[in-house]
DNA sequence: AGCACGCCGACT
DNA sequence: GTCGGCGTGCTC
């Protein structure tokens, strides 16, 4: 007998283990570990989807073992490598195993599950059977239906009337064509052409373009019907006479915005050489090593990844490199394809999820050698890695803020151990921790200091926005900034504005009273939404119209204040009317493309001024920019997060190179409240390796990352009191396994204390070595399932990107 | 999660 | 009595 372990899709604590099934005799040779499958799960019969974890011939389960209903694939979905990698995300990760086994998979191949309701045959004729069914045969039992529709199909089945049928969708599917192909070659064609009919003339256009394009067949019958405006009827006369065949094709959805010219190696300079020598010593000699490049922004970075990803590649092994979304620009894309072709899948978040799950398809059948993509692109189904690259390394979106709350990078290391191949990280502005790991030769540190072609650094001058010609200027703009902007403009160069994006928000404060808008459900200020002239929320989606007098004080002087792209915009279109605004933020990208067809809109010069948030500092590379301004270069340093200081020192590093990339001399300006601060003054020249010294000093002094590990705990629950006491309980475990040498902070509230209606407290764990911790955090998980039930959410999220 | 079982109070 | 509500424990 074969029995399969098979991990079944209840994400629950309870259920956070293997269950064992029996392989039926028919299913024998089919079923290997990787694939899904159906299954009952449960005393009812209730059908689920499971994963296939091992096979074995023995049992230790005492009672009667279920059988596999029907295997979901054909093919395992998931390597041996990939199963062993959920054990140890689920473990790192404190998340159920089934969450991290679907993170690995293109979301389309997750379960759909539909329930239907039936008569039992004796009670077809029931009068509130039928009422229930109506004329169907079945009801699906969906989210919309009424409480008592609800309760009449409880209380019939309890009567046992009705029952309840279950049904795994699985929602993986190629996409299919018809499409036309011929048996004949071209010379029988010419022979079938000359026995036409001489009115026959859709059917002579048909075979002359058949003659014509011999070699792309198949040809699809949409493009036959759109394009040639052949119809349908012709088709099926041809296919009747012989001439060709109807087939049905599985196409490759079309992935949006990419047109590949051909690129050619660029020549390196020593510093590009020597990183790619080592970084190919490691991918000849199959070594795991860690490599951070350390490279000034332009110091040709990308070019030192790419000809690295060219030797994997003559080595007969694949390159994976992931890229933070924002980067993910069709000019980065591009580059990428332009040299590797088609061996290349992008996965990046403007995809279908149909179109995510071709890239996912050809990834696994071998037809790609080269996977560029974003966070949960580290999970691409790629044999025999080469090499590993993340670019940009120190951003946070390569942390997942939901469970499972893995970090790529980590991924990534684990999988080159696996596979014997280098990781190479590279940032203008390393996290600290993999700065410090690369002070201790855990990883291998590549400074790249100069720039490609020796391009001067930019100019960068700080205003300092306390200064009374600024506070007197009735805008966000400085007089100095708006007067570079015009000549800027005059001079027909481009500009790029940057908004700091904490802050941005257009909230509604009343200058009498000083009441402000807030969510009913968040603590969070509704922001103004200007495209559906509406209040909202961020965080749950609530919202309402915009009050022309204030709901505490009636007073009408209830209006704007701080500072959105909108009014930045507006100010912008006053101060320059000449100048062609475009203006990137979430509002104007929301639309699929969107995001790539403002960048294709002022790389083409249709616009002298980008203004935007964050989105618009990253890889982006527009030669006719000379100027960048920043708004609010301070907005994050006032956040509570002790990482404020290193963001604010990236962001401004980052939008800072990217004046003056071309010939053009480059200048930057920085607006602040802070002129002094360390961060701001570092960024301004570009001297990461001063900034790393200050910081790692102040993360000595207040024991925090990469001194100290940290793991933040935190409870939700809808009752503040039940969220403090539960949080007060888990302070206390914690407390007693942890050694005097940790730190506990907290209980304290969250920054945003109430978010959908439930209470968040947080505690902050900050420790050097605690070998039980990891099994204290498990155990608390496992004595505290009960109370989820109880409305508890206890989340941990191990080395947190952000306190809030 | 979804289901059964068991216990309890409140009604045709 | 028995219907329906809710807490508890189990699912190969």
Not at 618 to 635: Q, S, Y
Request: glycine content about 6%; aromatic content about 6%.
């Amino acid at each position: 007998m074969s029995v399969a372990e098979v991990v079944v899709d209840v994400p629950t604590m309870q259920t956070n283990r293997p269950f064992e099934y029996e392989i039926p005799e028919q299913l024998a040779d089919v079923v290997v570990p990787g694939m899904r499958v159906e299954v009952s799960f449960g005393r009812g019969k209730r059908k689920i989807q499971g994963f296939v974890m091992k096979i074995k011939d023995t049992s230790n389960f005492s009672g009667k073992l279920k059988p596999i209903d029907r295997v979901i694939d054909l093919r395992p979905v998931l390597t041996p490598e990939m199963l062993d990698l959920s054990y140890w995300l689920a473990d790192q990760t404190y998340s159920f195993q089934i969450s991290c086994l679907q993170t690995m998979l293109p979301s389309v191949m997750r379960a759909k599950y539909k329930q239907f309701v039936e008569a039992v045959p004796e009670f077809v004729d029931d009068a509130e059977v039928k009422s229930l069914l109506g004329d169907g045969e079945s009801l699906e039992i969906t989210s919309q239906m009424t409480d008592e529709t609800i309760q009449l199909i409880n209380r019939l089945r309890r009567q046992n009337k009705i029952e309840i049928n279950y049904v795994v969708e699985n929602q993986a599917r190629q996409l299919k064509r018809q499409a036309v192909t011929t048996n004949l070659n071209p010379i029988q064609l010419r022979e079938k052409r000359n026995s036409l009919r001489s009115n026959a003339k859709a059917q002579l256009k048909l075979v002359n373009y058949l003659i014509d394009n011999v070699d792309h067949l198949p040809i699809e019958m949409s493009e036959l019907e759109n394009d040639q405006d052949i119809g349908r009827s012709a088709i099926k006369t041809a296919e009747k006479n012989g001439i060709l065949e109807i087939i049905e094709v599985t196409k490759r959805r079309k992935p949006v915005g990419i047109t590949p010219e051909k690129t050619t190696k660029l020549a390196l300079t020593d510093e590009q050489q020597q990183a790619v020598d080592q970084i190919v010593t490691a991918i000849d000699q199959s070594n795991p090593e860690t490599f951070l490049i350390e490279g000034v922004t332009g110091s040709g970075k990308t070019e030192v990844y790419l000809q690295s990803i060219e030797q994997a590649l003559n080595q007969g092994r694949s390159a994976l490199m992931l890229v933070p979304e924002i980067s993910l620009t069709p000019q980065m894309v591009n580059r990428v394809t332009g040299r590797f072709g088609n061996k290349v899948a992008v996965l990046h978040s403007g995809l279908s999820s149909g179109e995510r799950y071709d890239e996912w398809t050809r990834i696994e059948n071998g037809s790609v050698k080269v996977v560029v993509g974003a966070r949960s692109a580290v999970f691409a189904p790629l044999k025999n890695i080469g090499l590993i690259i993340i670019d940009e390394e120190h951003e946070a979106s390569y942390k997942q803020d939901d469970n499972p709350r893995y970090h790529a990078r980590d991924v990534a290391l684990w999988r080159a151990k696996q596979h014997k191949c280098p990781v190479v990280l590279g940032s203008a502005t390393p996290s600290l921790e993999s700065r410090a790991r690369a002070q201790k030769g855990v990883y291998h540190l590549i400074y790249m200091k100069k720039r490609v072609n020796d391009h001067p650094l930019p100019h960068v001058q700080i205003i300092d926005m306390r200064d009374a010609e600024n506070s007197a200027a009735k805008g966000d703009i400085s007089p100095l900034l708006q007067d570079n902007l015009y000549r800027a403009v005059k001079r027909g160069e481009q500009a790029i504005v940057l908004l700091n994006r904490r802050g941005y928000s257009s909230f509604m404060m009343c200058r009498e009273c000083g009441f402000t808008l807030k969510c009913p459900n968040c603590d969070v200020s509704l922001t103004y939404h200007k495209d559906l002239s509406k209040m909202k929320c961020h965080y749950c989606g609530h919202e309402e119209p915009v009050p022309t007098v204030c709901p505490n004080c009636k007073s009408k002087k209830i209006g704007f204040y701080g500072t959105g792209t909108q009014n930045i915009e507006r100010q912008l279109n006053e101060l320059l009317p000449q100048a062609r605004v475009l203006r990137m933020d979430v509002d104007t990208t929301r639309r699929k493309g969107a995001h790539a067809k403002i960048i294709k809109a002022f790389g083409d010069h249709k616009a002298d001024i980008l203004l935007g948030t964050q989105m618009i500092a990253k890889g982006l590379d527009f030669p006719d920019v000379t100027l960048v301004g920043v708004i609010n270069a301070d907005t994050t340093l006032s956040i509570s997060d002790y990482r404020a200081s290193e963001r604010t020192f990236q962001l401004l590093t980052q939008v800072s190179g990217r004046a003056g990339r071309a010939d053009k001399e480059g200048h930057v300006i920085i607006q602040t409240f802070n002129p002094d601060h360390y961060a701001i003054k570092d960024a301004a020249v570009q001297d990461y390796e001063t900034f790393y010294k200050q910081e790692m000093y102040l993360r000595h002094q207040s024991n925090y990352t990469p001194y100290y590990f940290t793991t933040l705990v935190s409870v939700a629950h809808k009752d503040e009191g039940q969220a403090l006491k539960q949080s007060y309980w888990l302070k206390r475990q914690l407390q007693a396994a942890l050694s005097d040498h940790s730190i506990l902070l907290g209980p304290s509230p969250t920054m945003i204390s109430r978010k959908q209606n439930k209470y968040y407290y947080q505690i902050i764990v900050k420790y050097k070595n605690e070998p039980q911790l990891h099994q204290k955090l498990l155990d608390i998980l496992n004595d505290t399932q009960a109370d989820t039930k109880k409305g508890f959410t206890i989340a941990i999220d191990n080395e947190p990107q952000h306190i809030d």
